[in-house]
């Protein structure tokens, strides 16, 4: 019961931080748009160069948190400084390494720019400062990682709801007063130093032992685990750093600057809503670890359902509302020249979905610590995404390098990650998975076509509504026609019902809280 109480808490936080960091983040974008729109474009691209440099953190991370789990739960505070003393020693390492090796890419990254843009000075610079914001994210940032393994989520989830408000809103006044990018990107790093500056003070608090000079030496069975794991995410890491960059990278080469800028505004809204599903996951994978460790295969098999369910809820909620109301949104925004295709929408909806139904097992796969059996995933996602693209992209142009990410999906990830789930963690067969997962893309078909027409159809029949107002107006009906289809198809579902009981049960207890003190 503690432990659910810990993942609601958390999911909790993660979800109403989210809402607020996203809207400020439009905001900043609307101001970014109208006043400086000419940078769009360089900023995808330099975020995905600089993502791309990430490669060398090789995954140290997440096989460091899996790896406090257990000391954690049982209060081995010796080990956890161990750990800790590690992790700070390896991350400070990769921080000065990307800070050297970023500069020195320096002379290479004009290779990725179809035609280099003359409106733009000091690209050099720019660059930089990419690539400073990047390295040092990595100092103190191993903090974080500890408030998360420990199911303090919701701390972790504050500290940056409150830094990102506040330097969104110093961002929009620069945007403003000085018309000036590279005092926008300045701001962005003095969010990132404070961010993690703020995570180390409130640690060291909540673990006051992590000031002790005393650090025994970490056993060679940890250690040695530690390896494996790192060997193993880093074929992870270079999967989805890659395919993740992919995108923006091919585009810039093959279609130019241009289309970069138009695709970040559909990429900001997906990056949000992927953000929020894995700002939830995040907030429970740290549960399930505390899971794993503690029950059976049977009690984590019925967790795994649940939890997936919701998966497929948020999934097909937010795929329906960005199918719908994504072009309304860009007209509200900026104008019709940052449109793009209704076929390309569809694209990019598929391929939002089919990425955020491959939370549910692969967070069982990371919480378990299940890297080195699925260590060759991440090479066929690398070889399958970019050959299909690449040729795609050639031949009809943008929509291919959508569709290599959607064909990389269903070929390689969909079979691999819940095999490794079902075999490796919950011990039992994957049918079962399988079959809810065409329900689920069947119900979703079902959610997106039917809120698309009503959006399309029903709010468009409402003449003299100002654009925000009418996009309201679309974004209620969205909302309202999605969730009422997925609740008639699905209520009468076991999932439906737990998902149901559980939002009952925390509703009445936070009216209860809320009561009491009112009284």
């Given at each position: ?212 000079k005393e650090v025994e030496k970490l056993d060679e069975e940890t250690f040695g685990e530690i390896k494996k794991n790192v060997v193993a995410m880093v074929f992870h890491k270079v999967g989805s750093i890659i395919r993740d960059a992919t995108d923006n990278l091919l585009i810039s080469k093959y279609i130019g600057l241009v289309m970069t800028g138009i695709y970040s505004n559909y990429l900001m809204i997906t990056k949000a809503l992927t953000t929020l599903i894995n700002q ?240």
């Amino acid at each position: 019961m503690q432990r659910t109480k810990q993942s609601v808490k958390n999911a909790a936080f993660s979800i109403g931080a989210q809402l607020i960091q996203q809207l400020i983040k439009l905001l900043v974008r609307i101001a970014f748009i109208r006043v400086i729109g000419e940078y769009l474009g360089v900023n995808g691209l330099f975020t995905d160069i600089l993502t791309t440099l990430q490669l060398v953190e090789l995954g140290i991370g997440p096989a460091i948190a899996y790896s406090l789990y257990k000391p954690l739960a049982n209060n081995d505070t010796n080990k956890v400084k161990a750990l800790m003393n590690l992790f700070r020693k390896a991350y400070r390492a990769i921080g000065t390494f990307i800070l050297i090796a970023g500069v020195a890419f320096t002379p290479f990254y004009g290779f990725f720019i179809n035609e280099m843009p003359e409106n733009i000075p000091n690209l050099n610079i720019i660059y930089w400062i990419f690539v400073f914001d990047t390295g040092i994210s990595y100092f103190y940032s191993y903090y974080r990682t500890l408030l998360v393994s420990d199911q303090k989520k919701y701390l972790d989830i504050s500290i940056q709801t409150g830094v990102t408000v506040s330097i969104s809103i110093i961002q929009i006044v620069l945007i403003y007063v000085t018309r000036n990018y590279m005092w926008y990107l300045g701001a962005q790093v003095v969010g990132t130093i404070l961010t993690n500056f703020i995570a180390s003070r409130i640690a060291m608090k909540q673990y006051p032992y992590l000031k002790e000079k005393e650090v025994e030496k970490l056993d060679e069975e940890t250690f040695g685990e530690i390896k494996k794991n790192v060997v193993a995410m880093v074929f992870h890491k270079v999967g989805s750093i890659i395919r993740d960059a992919t995108d923006n990278l091919l585009i810039s080469k093959y279609i130019g600057l241009v289309m970069t800028g138009i695709y970040s505004n559909y990429l900001m809204i997906t990056k949000a809503l992927t953000t929020l599903i894995n700002q939830i996951f995040s907030a429970v994978v740290s549960s399930v670890g505390n899971l794993h460790v503690t029950r059976s295969e049977e009690a984590q098999q019925e967790v795994f359902y649940n939890i997936n369910f919701l998966n497929f809820w948020i999934a097909s909620f937010c795929t329906c509302c960005f199918g719908a109301l994504i072009g309304p949104f860009i007209l509200v925004i900026s104008n019709e020249n940052y449109l793009m295709s209704e076929f390309i929408t569809i694209l990019i909806s598929i391929r939002l979905y089919l990425d955020m139904m491959r939370k549910t097992p692969w967070m069982f796969c990371e919480a378990a610590g299940i890297y080195w059996n699925g260590k060759t995933k991440p090479l066929w996602e690398v070889a399958v995404n970019l050959v299909v693209s690449l040729i795609l992209v050639k031949t009809i142009g943008i929509a291919g390098v959508f569709i290599g990410t959607i064909v990389t999906i269903l070929v390689v990830d969909l079979p691999v990650e819940p095999h490794l789930a079902f075999k490796y963690v919950l011990k039992s067969k994957s049918t079962k998975y399988y079959i809810k997962y065409i329900i689920y893309l069947i119900v979703t078909v079902i959610m997106y076509t039917a809120t698309y027409l009503a959006v399309r159809y029903i709010a468009g029949a409402t003449y003299g509504m100002p654009g925000l107002g009418m996009f309201i107006l679309k974004a209620v009906i969205a909302v309202i026609v999605s969730n009422i289809i997925l609740i008639v198809l699905m209520f009468r579902t076991k999932e439906f019902k737990y998902t149901k009981d559980l939002a009952k049960k925390y509703a009445k207890s936070a009216l209860n809280k809320i009561t009491n003190k009112l009284t």
